[in-house]
């Protein structure tokens, strides 16, 4: 289909971040399947993979261990040190107007550079969890919907993609300890935001 011009005026990005604490939820196919849907559906969509594990990005077609270089996921438009601009990590997929930030293990580096950052921290410096937002201002006109696969940790990475999204999609398998561990996630959640919130 053709792009329909679904924004109006005014109307923000939308950000659909879809986490879990737990593995296995099904957070990427559910991801993968509602970035198509929209695409399908006329809307210009990005699909970013949060997660190390890099699945979203093998379901669309690239190899993250061959076809990933140094700095091609978002980790190198968000990263301390030297970013690169979020337009050189962007890659068309087999449908129109669905593009993707592939993962792999390197995002794990944010994991590991953040600590030290907050201590190295200077003034002007922007908090860890305000860089995919940051990121996205870059390209919020080339697209309707963004969606964010996240890792199955509340890590730094998984609070950076908490604190840019508009929405929030958590999958659960509905049985009695996937419920549980949800429970646990949103309360985790609600702590660690109202954290953020303060700072």
Not at 60 to 81: S, W
Not at 102 to 125: C, I, S, V, Y
Request: with cysteine.
């Amino acid at each position: 289909r053709r792009y329909l011009p679904h924004r109006k005026a005014g109307e923000e990005l939308q950000v659909i971040s879809v986490m879990n604490f737990k593995g296995g939820s099904g957070k990427t196919t559910s991801s993968a399947h509602l970035a198509q849907h929209l695409a399908l559906r006329g809307y210009r969509v990005l699909a970013i993979d949060l997660d190390p594990q890099a699945s979203l990005t093998s379901l669309f077609g690239v190899q993250p261990e061959t076809d990933v270089e140094e700095d091609d996921t978002i980790y190198g438009a968000i990263k301390y040190e030297n970013p690169r601009p979020i337009t050189d990590v962007i890659l068309g997929t087999y449908i129109p107007d669905l593009h993707l930030i592939p993962g792999n293990l390197e995002l794990m580096e944010f994991e590991h550079d953040t600590p030290r950052a907050l201590m190295q921290r200077k003034t002007n410096d922007s908090m860890f969890f305000a860089r995919i937002s940051e990121a996205l201002e870059k390209v919020q006109d080339a697209y309707d919907v963004v969606v964010i696969d996240c890792p199955p940790q509340l890590g730094y990475l998984t609070l950076t993609a908490l604190t840019a999204a508009t929405s929030v999609l958590v999958t659960v398998h509905p049985q009695m300890l996937d419920v549980m561990s949800m429970n646990q996630f949103l309360s985790m959640t609600h702590d660690l935001l109202d954290g953020i919130r303060q700072a």
